[in-house]
């Protein structure tokens, strides 16, 4: 069983900034991908950015050059630091996991998290 918590959201004004956190909980051992998707009301949801175990990421073309993904393995936690914030960036945030080792069993997932409301607005 994977459990996701996420924190963070919130309202912001235009041009503020934002970090999510998002911890992972269960007899975990380790985790291939943790990120972050959203999604805006009447919209697909999309990526916003997820790093591998390994170190690498990939961003959504919507959030490069504003936003910032890192993770600490140990904690089984994912953070996403968002800056320069548009109205068009309100959505609601969903932690991604995928690819997890729990007791020797590997699970493909993914796993999502509730989701949690960021609202960019003056």
């Known amino acids: 069983q994977v459990h996701l918590v996420e924190s963070g959201g919130g309202l912001v004004q235009p041009g503020g900034s934002l970090r999510l956190s998002c911890e992972a909980s269960?007899?975990?051992?380790?985790?291939?991908?943790m990120g972050w998707y959203r999604q805006i009301p009447g919209r697909e949801r999309e990526l916003v950015a997820i790093?591998?175990?390994?170190?690498?990421?990939n961003y959504g073309d919507s959030v490069k050059g504003r936003s910032t993904i890192s993770r600490d393995n140990d904690k089984k936690v994912v953070y996403l630091q968002m800056s320069s914030l548009k109205p068009e960036d309100t959505a609601v945030y969903y932690c991604?996991?995928?690819?997890?080792?729990?007791?020797?069993?590997?699970?493909?997932?993914?796993?999502w998290g509730q989701g949690t409301q960021v609202t960019v607005s003056s």
């Open positions: 790093h591998s175990r390994f170190g690498s990421t």
């Open positions: 991604y996991v995928a690819g997890v080792t729990s007791n020797g069993v590997h699970y493909a997932g993914p796993y």
């Open positions: 269960g007899s975990i051992v380790t985790i291939n991908a």
